[in-house]
Every structure is written in structure tokens, then in C-alpha cells.
């Protein structure tokens, strides 16, 4: 079977933007045609104008398309990324979620294999509630989540999460962090496959 993975993701700074870009790599050299596509930004203009590090973040993703209820039909797995806030996905990732009734009326977004995975900015910023709490959102999908759990060495050697790839604010990408990542995509796109 073909898989077909949008890979979503927000990012104010860039770390979720890289995370996803290692992902898609890994996903695209395991066979999968991969959509990678960012959620909208919801804080003002003027805010985001304001931060440097943040407006040049979105000058250089401009061209990346934005994801839409069709991304997520036309696709059979899902990747998702998003920083931490207080324990929780960013609410730029919320928001597009909460777009997404129409589609899960349907049954468009249950049966498809699905993993996530966070930033933050300290080691013990909330990420493993990030993604325990959005696993709660796939489940009212329908969807099949694809945890990495422990099962590959590099797991442990990235940080040790077993429910998904988390990166620590202005941390190196290092080859163990890309290793655990590629690792998640790889295993998204296995699962996703044998589903069929």
C-alpha cells in the first residue's frame, strides 16, 4: 500500500519546522509520498513583526503551504508537531484541529496511523503531557497512534521518550536526535502500510 503522510507541524522559532523537515526525510526514503505542510498562525501580525527571531522564522517558511481539511483526507498517516504550552500543544495547532469537525463527522481522519511529537524549553517543560494530551485527540478521531515506545536504541540516546521524539529549546540537532526522529517517521510509515 501507498502511504500517504502529511506531516503538520506549527513553529514560532524553528525547532518544529526542523523536526518535521528530519521527519519528512526519513519518511520519504522509507517510500512514503509525504505532504509537509504548517498550520496557520493565529497571533497577530504585529506580534509576530515584533520578535525578530520569530518573523524571521516565518519569512523563510513562507513558501511552505498550509495544511487544510483536504491534506488530512487525502492522507492515510499523520505527523504531528507542535511546541509545548503549559502542558499542551500550542493553540496555533489547537485552532487547526478545532477546523477539523466537518472532516471527523465523516470518518475521514479514523483508521490512520498517527504520532506526534513536541518541543519545549527546558528538558521538563510538559512535553510528554503534550503528547499524552493530543494522543486524546486522536482517539476521538479514530485514529491509530504510532508511539515510538522503546524500540530502537536511539530512543534512548535522543532523551528516552517513548511517545514521541521531544526536543529541548536550543539543543543541537545531533545525529542520535536526527536518528530518533528519522526513527518515528520510519515506523509511522511501516505501521501505516500494514494497516492498508
Not at 37 to 65: H, I, N, R, S, Y
Not at 127 to 154: C, K, R
Request: aromatic residues 8%; without cysteine.
Amino acid at each position: 500500500m501507498s502511504v500517504k503522510l502529511a506531516i503538520l507541524y506549527y513553529s514560532t522559532y524553528g525547532t518544529n519546522h526542523q523536526m518535521a523537515e528530519i521527519a519528512a526525510e526519513a519518511a520519504r526514503a522509507a517510500g512514503a509520498e509525504v505532504r509537509l505542510l504548517k498550520v496557520p498562525e493565529t497571533a497577530p501580525q504585529a506580534v509576530v513583526a515584533g520578535q525578530d527571531a520569530w518573523k524571521a522564522q516565518a519569512e523563510k517558511t513562507a513558501d511552505v503551504p498550509h495544511a487544510t481539511a483536504a491534506d488530512m483526507e487525502w492522507a492515510n498517516a499523520y505527523l504531528i508537531s507542535a511546541p509545548t504550552r503549559f502542558g499542551g500543544m500550542a493553540s496555533q495547532m489547537r485552532a487547526f484541529i478545532d477546523t477539523l469537525g466537518g472532516v471527523w463527522a465523516k470518518g475521514g481522519l479514523a483508521n490512520k496511523a498517527i504520532s506526534a511529537m513536541t518541543s519545549a524549553q527546558n528538558t521538563h517543560g510538559g512535553q510528554e503531557s503534550t503528547l499524552l494530551t493530543f494522543y486524546n485527540t486522536a482517539m476521538h478521531w479514530g485514529g491509530i497512534v504510532v508511539a515510538p515506545g522503546f524500540t530502537d536504541p536511539s530512543i534512548f540516546k535522543a532523551g528516552g521518550n517513548p511517545y514521541g521524539y521531544s526536543h529541548t529549546q536550543g539543543q543541537p540537532f545531533s545525529d542520535d536526535v536526527k536518528a530518533a526522529i528519522g526513527h518515528q517517521a520510519r515506523r509511522l510509515v511501516d505501521v501505516a502500510a500494514k494497516l492498508g
